[in-house]
């Protein structure tokens, strides 16, 4: 794949918006945003045969790619486009409405990285309302290679649509950046919760906090806005990205908080698959809490059947859970984490950073089911 500006992939270079047309603000957001996923995924494809794959490796990443990575709520990915349009204070013309999505694409890449990975360290049965890749038929642990395969894709993209910008280099660092932060986080998620040693003395809201930040706040809330400012010009060393970090992280933090519970309260058929936090020993924010609340008739309960796979010991400890009212603590919780965050957007500067850039961010998180 070509650099943005090259002559063999002139149609990627990115234009003035005098010379391109501006959309209109009433189109389907969601859906062109979908459209764009096909876009890119014949672009990849194309560029596989360039590497003279053969045919059914070319249908193996099609199936794959199709399978993993659209499906989603994509929030990620529409964050760059919601941003992008805040920053500019207008409609988006043509061309940034497609480099916004092409990065937004980018970070649902890294989300299918991270998830097809995820899902066979833990076992898992089901995403998205379908089975993990890993479980489909014939795939197995062919499924770590594809993972390598849909990283290494956003590369393949980055360098297509922006190879000739100047801050093609902190893009890379970016994403690279986000990638290892997102892997310390998911280090210590593991082995602070080992399937087959579980010890609860192990688990604090303290190691939480920290998986929380590095494992999901940074490329799930971090990277989109970083993203969209890149886009708009504005210099990395710029204080800006402080103040979107400042805000970014703790509502980062209140959406992991807010997706253990739903593994535990959410039903499968509205969530898209079955929690298995439970089983799979998580040090989720509902176990910590309940640590921290348990006398010791409940604490032994706990100790004895948290990290079991039987719906017996499962029951068991969603029994606790509701004796110490779990889940009234945590709907406390989130109406405490919305006000503090909605308080921090109120300090950021307007004229540095447009608020209604994060208020779009927390709305489409905000006392979600699934």
Known sequence: M???????????????????????????EKAHFEATYDRLAAELIEDMKSY?????????????????????????????????????????????????????????LLQAFFLISDDIMDSSVTRRGAPCWYRVEGVGMIAINDAFIVESAIYRLLKKYFRGQAWYADLLDLFHEVTYQTELGQLMDLITAPEDNVDLNRFSLEKHAYIVEYKTAYYSFYLPVALAMMLHGIPTEN???????????????????????????????????????????????????????????QRKQLDENYGKRSPENVAVVKQVYKELDIEG???????????????????IDEAV????MFVTFVKRIYKRSK
């Open 239 to 297: 204080d800006s990205y402080k103040q979107a970090l400042r805000v970014l992280l703790p509502l980062g933090e209140y959406f992991q908080s807010q997706d253990d519970y739903l593994d535990c309260f959410g039903s499968p058929e509205v969530i898209g698959k079955i929690g298995t936090d439970i089983e799979d020993n998580k040090c989720s924010w509902l176990i910590n809490h309940a640590l921290a609340k348990a006398n010791a008739a």
């Open 52 to 108: 003279k794959l053969p045919a059914n490796g070319i249908a193996w990443v099609e199936k794959m790619l199709n399978h993993t990575i659209p499906g989603g709520k994509m929030n990620r990915g529409l964050t760059v486009v919601s941003s992008l349009r805040s920053l500019k204070k207008r409609n988006l013309t043509e061309e940034e409405l497609l480099h916004a999505e092409v990065l937004g694409w980018c970070i649902e």
């Open 329 to 347: 603590l945590y709907k406390q919780y989130e109406e405490d984490s919305h006000a503090k965050v909605m308080g921090l957007i109120q300090q």
């Open 353 to 356: 950073l447009p608020r209604d």
């Open 2 to 28: 070509q650099a943005a500006g090259s002559k063999r992939n002139t149609d990627s270079k990115v234009s003035s918006p005098k010379k391109s047309k501006v959309m209109n603000g009433d189109y389907d």
